[in-house]
């Protein structure tokens, strides 16, 4: 018999990426075969984001535009599986919009999936049969399978071990919010922080090693919430953890991500001067440069203490970069506000960012507040923004011509075949002029030119 083919496609964030790896190889495991052909599978699942109304409206459009794409091709229809964010957040709403799809999980329920689909792939076969027959008597209805509960990380419990991995791997160790920034769904769609188990946590990392991981990230929400306990019943945290990953022998880079300013604790500092595995670049979002505007987000620090924070890391660490996050055009910021972003991008020279037009969200505080900026005024002011953001990544891409720079091999390229890809310690890529039985492996490479997309360099 063939197997089911089925389709993934991933929207969001790291935490998407990492637990559409894990669907993968859960789904592997159960027959399936993963493709990439989005118009020749018997399943296509959509691991959704919420953060943003085009993120969540894009979804809606993709699955009008791949349920067309079977129509047009006269084949079946796929069995729709909605997961992830959107799918905590709209829940029912979907099968309204939408009745052709199957199944809506939340994304600490996607352990699920097996059962639900070959429910709802056994029931497509008895409906296409019935179309078949002519049958007229009782027709089978699509069945609409719905759980979005947030009920923690038991979904790791019922998980296989990993199979492969790349050279770079993700491992999920903490999961959700309770931050309730004003703007912000993800408290909604993810539910409260709940922290993985520390064994499991290691013992994951243990088996990516011996499968080639040789950069380990650990992702979070609020990565430095991390709060479990080790296997002797003892209390550890994000440094704790981490030093006991720096112990695994192929385990060469740690990176941890996301950090929220004012949960980053003196032992994280410290430990970016003690741990040489521990890489020099911290992500730490800081949304906005104005007291005013990031105590109506509900952001829990003032400027000061953020630029404070910096210095203490770099104090700590002077190879420590810095990248961020941005909002523009939140509501009641003016045009002051707006400047004292600029001057805290001036100040703090952020390597490398992402900023975003506020946009407001359903069931948030910010969404009902008065002063809602024009769109008009927010697209200024990203330009605005991006413009002074690029000039500090260019610099920043500059001063690295010269220097030699440890790079972590990954693909070969695209455009010829005679140069190998990687990136550095603060994620720019990197390009040399190297055979492919590098990938993996980590070097020395001297930097000999820069521009804004990459950086260019020798082995030496
Ligand atoms: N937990 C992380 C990141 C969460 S979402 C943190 O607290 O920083 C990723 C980014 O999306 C945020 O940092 C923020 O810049 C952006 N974002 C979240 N909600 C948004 C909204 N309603 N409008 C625009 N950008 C938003
Ligand atoms: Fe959203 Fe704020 Fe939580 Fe980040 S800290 S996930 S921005 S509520
Ligand atoms: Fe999007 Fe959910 Fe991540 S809303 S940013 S996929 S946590």
Same mark, same amino acid.
């Given at each position: 018999m063939n197997k089911i083919l089925f389709h993934l496609k991933t929207f969001g964030c790291q935490m998407n990426v990492y637990d559409s790896s894990r669907i993968v190889e859960l789904l592997s495991g159960c027959g399936m075969e993963a493709t !990439? +052909?989005?118009?020749? *599978?018997d399943i296509v699942i959509l691991n959704t984001c919420y953060i943003r109304e085009k993120a969540s409206a894009k979804i809606f459009s993709e699955l009008g535009r791949i349920k067309k794409l079977y129509l047009n091709a006269k084949k079946n229809v796929p069995v729709f599986a909605i997961i992830g964010c959107v799918a905590k957040a709209e829940g029912d709403n979907i099968f309204k919009r939408a009745?052709?799809?199957s199944i809506v999980l939340s994304s600490q329920k996607y352990h699920l999936l097996p059962e639900l689909l070959k429910k709802a792939l056994e029931e497509k076969n008895t409906i296409l049969n019935e179309q078949e027959d002519g049958e007229k008597k009782k027709k089978t209805k699509l069945s609409h399978l719905i759980n979005t509960e947030l009920?923690? #990380? !038991?979904k790791f419990d019922c998980l296989p071990t990993v199979k492969t991995s790349d050279s770079v791997a993700f491992v999920q160790v903490q999961e959700g919010c +309770? /931050?309730?920034?004003?703007?912000?769904?993800v408290p909604n769609t993810r539910g409260r922080e709940v922290s993985r188990n520390e064994q499991s946590i290691l013992d994951e990392v243990e088996n990516l090693q011996n499968l080639g991981a040789v950069e380990i990230n650990l992702l979070g929400q609020?990565? +430095?919430?991390y709060d479990s306990l080790d296997k002797d019943g003892n209390k550890s945290n994000l440094a704790k953890l981490i030093k006991k990953i720096a /112990?695994? !022998?192929?385990?060469k880079r740690i990176r941890y991500t996301t950090s929220y300013p004012s949960e980053f604790f003196d032992e994280m500092i410290e430990l970016h001067k003690t741990e040489? /595995? #521990?890489?020099?670049?911290v992500y730490l979002p &800081?949304?906005?440069?104005s007291n005013e505007v990031l105590h109506k987000m509900n952001r829990r620090y003032t400027r000061e203490q953020y630029l404070d924070l910096i210095k203490k890391l770099k104090s700590a660490n002077p190879d420590i970069q810095i990248s961020s996050d941005f909002i523009v055009?939140?509501?009641? !910021?003016?045009e002051e506000d707006f400047e004292q972003t600029l001057d805290i991008v001036k100040q703090v020279k952020f390597i490398q960012c992402y900023a975003f037009k506020y946009s407001p969200r359903p069931n948030t505080v910010a969404a009902k507040m008065d002063g809602q900026i024009d769109l008009k005024i927010k697209s200024d002011r990203l330009k605005r923004l991006q413009t002074e953001l690029r000039k500090h990544q260019d610099a920043f891409n500059k001063s690295c011509v010269g220097k030699v720079m440890n790079v972590l091999f990954t693909d070969v390229s695209k455009t010829d075949s005679e140069y190998i890809l990687g990136k550095n310690e603060y994620l720019q890529p990197v390009i040399v002029k *190297?055979? *492919?039985?590098? &990938?993996g492996t980590i070097k020395n490479v001297k930097i000999e030119s820069a521009s804004y997309a990459n950086l260019k360099g020798e082995i030496v």
């Open positions: !990439e +052909d989005e118009c020749n *599978a009745p052709y799809v009920s923690g #990380l !038991e +309770d /931050k309730f920034c004003t703007y912000c769904v609020n990565v +430095d919430c /112990k695994f !022998e192929n385990v040489p /595995k #521990l890489m020099p670049l &800081i949304q906005s440069g055009g939140f509501p009641n !910021e003016t *190297a055979g *492919a039985e590098l &990938i």
